[in-house]
Nanobody, 115 residues
Framework: QVQLVESGGGLVQAGGSLRLSCAAS????????MGWYRQAPGLQRDMVAT???????NYEDSVKGRFTISRDNAKNTVYLQMNSLKPEDTAVYYC?????????WGQGTQVTVSS
């Protein structure tokens, strides 16, 4: 059974930074894609950033140049460095991994950016 544990959310002022981490545990050999998604109240869950097993990254337009996704395959962990945060980045952030054709989700971590 694969489990994802997220950490690093919190409250920050606009212009500040946060770093999210998501560690996968269980009998894992090699994770395919990893990513971060977010969901604001009343809205759907949207992709923020993804990273392939080969390190290719993809970002949602509004976070390009501000957020950086990275992964540590030895630790089965994915990170999201968030800089220059804006109030509109406020949401619950979920990590996601694709492993052997199955999507796994973290429990979510709240990020709140005050103006």
């Amino acid at each position: 059974q694969v489990q994802l544990v997220e950490s690093g959310g919190g409250l920050v002022q606009a212009g500040g930074s946060l770093r999210l981490s998501c560690a996968a545990s269980g009998s894992i050999f090699r994770i395919d894609a990893m990513g971060w998604y977010r969901q604001a109240p009343g809205l759907q869950r949207d992709m923020v950033a993804t990273i392939s097993s080969g390190g290719r990254t993809n970002y949602e337009d509004s976070v390009k140049g501000r957020f950086t996704i990275s992964r540590d395959n030895a630790k089965n962990t994915v990170y999201l460095q968030m800089n220059s945060l804006k109030p509109e980045d406020t949401a619950v952030y979920y990590c996601n991994i694709l492993y052997r054709g199955i999507d796994y989700w973290g429990q979510g971590t709240q990020v709140t950016v005050s103006s």
